[in-house]
């Protein structure tokens, strides 16, 4: 099948990778030139497991373009894909002048039936605004644009960061939501086609309707989120109380109407997709007069626990850091990606810097995105990013540093020789941000440990 894909970002370019890979001819569109080029020149602009030698294989196998030829691209394929950022208006709602950029770029080339697929997520009513864009552009070419048809369609994208193309590929489900007329009909007969090798083991579409298929994206994020912010404030709690989270986890976990995903307390979510779903679900019930009390409480929730390892350095050191020097192990949002978007490393490291510390970093593959994103973050303070040391190995961090501090939960950094993590440090100190070890272990090895939720054991 001939598919066309817009915005050639993480969704994107796994996406125009994947169905590439199953023998569709994919033509991929960024208005991002030098993204384009690079991807045109062999280069990868993420790190995303297994990417690379999918999208080098196809494009040598001549499935897998890519262009900024907007007329090229809406000319290429009979399903267009919608894959743009979404990022937070101001007041947190999405906003959505990409995906209605692109719905109007496509309007404004269509010459015949197309179906308009939001990958992108978004909120509940915009396949209705995607297709009024569209309708518009078609309108303004009357009288041939008038009598073209088209179908937007909503298959939102549940993969993750870090196993995209696993998830991709072996999708635990795939929503799709279309709508009844004629040629939603069309519509839903071209998706089943595309989709089909995905459903070959079993059946994994769920069919909707259109505002379901958008609603389910945002529910998804929203419920996994609540589980992390749940733990969270419970793993603050069990230090308080004296009990420990990692043994409560297992003990609710165990109850199969509860399982065990998704329960790890920790120093917070990030990401691109957790923090602006969330604050856009809120914003989408307050335009209808209804306050997701719940959601709100998530989002205060994790705000607040992307500063519980600052505060528990503040306990042990006090607030002036000044003359301390900290090892950081891990600077992306979570493992198996260089995604730095609402990282929590950001928020500890604006603290420890703006304290009066400095810090010795490490982060297996997010170091060029981090001193970019780093360079912004601390720009408006003169000197501060000159505070932050880049290390090019997780050893080389740990240098006369007063304690370790771990916000990422890498595999590498789960099991390192703990001796010579002791002689190289100044002090034996570590503050696990993601209760990567055992606190009688880290104990007995003779290090002072700070975990989250887990107090009860040092
Ligand atoms: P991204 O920022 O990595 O990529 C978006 C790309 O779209 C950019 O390269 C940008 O240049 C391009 N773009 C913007 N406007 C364009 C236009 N008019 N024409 C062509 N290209 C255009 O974003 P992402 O992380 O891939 O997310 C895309 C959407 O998918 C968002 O709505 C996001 O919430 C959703 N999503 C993301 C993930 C994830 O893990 N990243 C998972 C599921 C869903």
């Keep these: 099948m001939k598919i066309t894909i817009i915005g050639t ?77 979404t990022p937070p208006d101001e007041d947190g709602s999405a906003d959505l002048q990409y995906v209605l950029a692109a719905a109007r ?19 509940v009513g915009t396949a209705d605004r995607v297709s009024t864009a569209i309708r518009e552009e078609l309108d303004a070419r009357k009288p041939a644009g008038a009598a073209i048809q088209f179908s937007v369609v909503s298959n939102p994208e549940f993969l993750k960061e870090g196993a995209a193309v696993d998830d991709f590929m072996r999708p635990d489900r795939i929503v799709i939501g279309c709508d009844e007329s004629a040629s939603g009909q069309q519509a839903q007969a071209l998706m089943k086609q595309l989709y089909l090798p ?52 297992h003990g609710i976990g165990s109850d199969p109407r509860i399982g065990y995903s998704f329960l790890y307390a ?53 607030a002036d850091l000044s003359g301390k020097h900290f090892a950081l192990w891990g600077l992306a949002f979570k493992p198996n990606t260089d995604d730095m978007r609402e990282a929590s490393s950001r928020v500890l490291l604006d603290e420890l810097i703006g304290r009066g510390a400095t810090v010795a970093v490490h982060d297996p593959v997010a170091m060029t995105e981090a001193k970019r994103v780093l360079a ?64 009688e272990v880290m104990g007995e090895l003779g290090f002072e440990y700070h975990g989250i939720g887990r107090s009860a054991l040092v």
């Design 9 to 85: 970002g993480y969704v994107g370019l796994v996406t125009g990778a994947c169905l590439a890979e199953l023998g569709n001819d994919v033509f991929c569109l960024d208005l991002d030139q030098a993204k384009i080029a690079m991807l045109n020149g062999g280069g990868i602009p993420i790190h995303e497991p297994g990417l690379a030698e999918i999208v080098s294989r196809n494009r040598a196998a001549g499935r897998l373009h890519f262009s900024t030829d907007i007329a090229a691209s809406v000319a290429h394929g009979q399903v267009q894909f919608i894959a743009v950022g």
């Design 105 to 123: 770029n496509i309007g404004k080339y269509m010459t015949g039936f197309k179906v308009i697929v939001d990958k992108s997520t978004v909120p």
């Design 376 to 439: 912004l973050d601390l720009a408006a303070t003169p000197g501060a990013f000159e505070r932050i040391r880049f290390c090019d190995n997780q050893t080389d961090a740990l240098n006369n540093a007063d304690a370790l501090l771990i916000v990422t939960e890498w595999k590498t950094f789960r099991s390192p020789d703990f001796e010579q993590v002791k002689t190289l440090l100044k002090a034996p100190i570590v503050f696990d941000g993601r209760n990567l070890y055992e606190p």
């Design 266 to 318: 920790g120093c917070g979510y990030g990401g691109s997709c957790f923090p602006k779903d969330v604050q856009a679900l809120e914003r989408t019930a307050r335009a209808y007069g209804q306050e997701l009390h719940i959601l709100r409480a998530v989002e205060q929730v994790n705000n607040n626990q992307k500063h519980v390892l600052g505060q528990k350095i503040s306990e042990r050191f006090g």
């Design 198 to 249: 995905f459903n070959r083991n079993h059946e994994r579409t769920f069919w909707m309707d259109v505002r379901s298929a958008e609603f389910t994206k945002y529910a998804a994020n929203a419920m996994l989120a609540t589980r992390i912010s749940f733990m969270n404030e419970l793993a603050n709690l069990a230090d308080k109380v004296g009990a420990d989270i990692e043994a409560v986890r």
